[in-house]
C-alpha cells in the first residue's frame, strides 16, 4: 500500500516561513490531510527537527530529517536523514559553511527554534538562506559522508533552482528530482520524480505531496517512534516515474 509522502517543507525556523508553522503545527496539519512521511526541511540548518521527531510518531507519522541546503551557485538541494543525530551533526557542519551574515529579523524575519510545545529554545544569528562554501557537485557527496541523501529541489521554478541557475538539470548522485509540477516541462535526465509541498506558511502543508510505493512496515521495521530505513526508502524513490517512459 502506497505511502503519501511530502518531502518538503520549512518550519519557523526558516526567516522566509510563517511563525505559526511550528513542527507541532506542520506534523499535525500534515497528518490531518493524510500524509503519512514527512520531511522538515528548514533553510541550511536541522535545528528545529528535534521536536519535530518527538511531535510525529503519536500523530501516526514517519519523519525524516534534513535540510534545504543552498550551494555556492545559490541552487536549493534537499539534504535527508532518517537519523536525526545525523541530521544535526550535517546541520552543525553547514551552519560552519554558512556565509557568516547576521540576520536582521524586522528585515528579513525572525529564525527561531522551539520544543514540542511551541516554546522557542534560541534564534539563529547568520541569516540561514545564505549560500554554503558548498559546490553543488559536491553536496551529495558530503551529505554521504553523514548518511543522507540528496534531491534537487524545484529544478523547474525559475528561482534558486538548477534551471534558473545552470540553465539544465545537471547530473549527480540524486535520489530523485523533485519539481513543482509533473510531467516536468523541464529535461531531469531520467531520475525519478517527486512533487513537495515546499510549505512556508500552515495553509502550505501538503499541497503537492506524491505516492511512495512502500508498505509502512517496511520503511519504519522498527515501529513508532524508530529510525526509518534509509535503504527502503531509496529503493521506494527510485521506483518513481520519471515520467519519460522509460
Request: charged share 20%.
Amino acid at each position: 500500500m502506497a505511502l503519501l509522502a511530502d518531502l518538503h517543507n520549512h518550519s519557523c525556523l526558516s526567516p522566509c516561513g510563517s511563525l505559526d508553522l511550528s513542527p507541532r503545527v506542520l506534523a499535525e496539519t500534515a497528518a490531518a490531510r493524510g500524509v503519512k512521511v514527512l520531511a522538515l526541511t528548514d533553510h541550511n540548518s536541522a535545528l528545529n527537527c528535534p521536536a519535530f521527531a518527538r511531535v510525529c510518531p503519536p500523530l501516526g507519522l514517519i519523519p525524516l530529517f534534513g535540510m534545504e541546503a543552498t550551494t555556492q551557485e545559490e541552487i536549493h538541494i534537499l539534504c535527508l536523514f532518517t537519523s536525526l543525530e545525523a541530521a544535526l551533526s550535517f546541520g552543525e557542519y553547514a551552519y560552519s559553511i554558512l556565509m557568516p551574515l547576521p540576520n536582521d529579523p524586522e528585515k528579513t524575519g525572525d529564525q527561531v527554534y522551539v520544543d514540542e510545545d511551541d516554546t522557542i529554545e534560541g534564534e539563529v544569528e547568520y541569516f540561514l538562506p545564505n549560500a554554503l562554501d558548498l559546490s553543488v557537485d559536491a553536496i551529495g557527496g558530503r551529505a554521504a559522508e553523514y548518511g543522507g541523501i540528496v534531491i534537487p529541489a524545484h529544478v523547474d521554478r525559475p528561482a534558486f533552482s538548477m534551471i534558473s541557475q545552470l540553465g539544465v538539470v545537471v547530473n549527480g548522485p540524486w535520489t530523485a528530482v523533485e519539481c513543482v509540477r509533473l510531467p516536468p516541462s523541464v529535461d531531469t535526465l531520467g531520475f525519478p520524480l517527486t512533487t513537495s509541498s515546499d510549505a512556508h506558511y500552515p495553509e502550505h502543508v501538503a499541497r503537492r505531496p506524491f505516492e511512495l510505493d512502500i508498505a509502512r512496515e517496511e520503511l519504519l521495521p522498527g515501529g513508532p517512534g524508530t529510525e526509518a530505513d534509509l535503504r527502503a526508502l531509496v529503493k521506494a524513490l527510485r521506483l518513481r516515474s520519471n515520467f519519460t517512459g522509460a
